[in-house]
Nanobody
């Protein structure tokens, strides 16, 4: 079992930056892959970024590549999402999620492969 708690959301203007944090408990980050996913108004939940349990590989949605960075701190059992150059279309509830890491790269970008989810944090980007 993995318990996840997100923080760091808020209201910002286009072009601003935010850093989301996800504190994990129950399992160390060395055994699970972690992801950030989001759900905008009236939209399906979508993949944003993921980091493998070894933290050696990261994955990004095309829409955020070059602007967002996912990282992990194993000592703090925390995963971060640094979001730069935010756009109004980034407005969404952002969820931290975890899945057992079997080394299947396809699973990291698949919303349905995540087993544990946080409660979500709202990010609103005004134009």
């Amino acid at each position: 079992q993995v318990h996840l708690v997100e923080s760091g959301g808020g209201l910002v203007q286009a072009g601003d930056s935010l850093r989301l944090s996800c504190a994990a408990s129950g399992r160390t980050l060395s055994s699970v892959a972690m992801g950030w996913l989001r759900q905008g108004p009236g939209m399906e939940r979508e993949f944003v970024a993921a980091i493998t349990s070894s933290a050696t590989n990261t994955y990004y949605a095309d829409s955020v590549k070059g602007r967002f960075t996912i990282s992990g701190d194993s000592a703090k059992n925390t995963v971060y999402l640094q979001m730069n150059s935010l756009k109004p279309e980034d407005t969404a509830v952002y969820y931290c999620a975890a899945q057992w890491d079997y080394g299947n790269s396809y699973s990291y970008t698949d919303v349905d492969e995540y087993d544990w989810w946080g409660q979500g944090t709202q990010v609103t980007v005004s134009s």
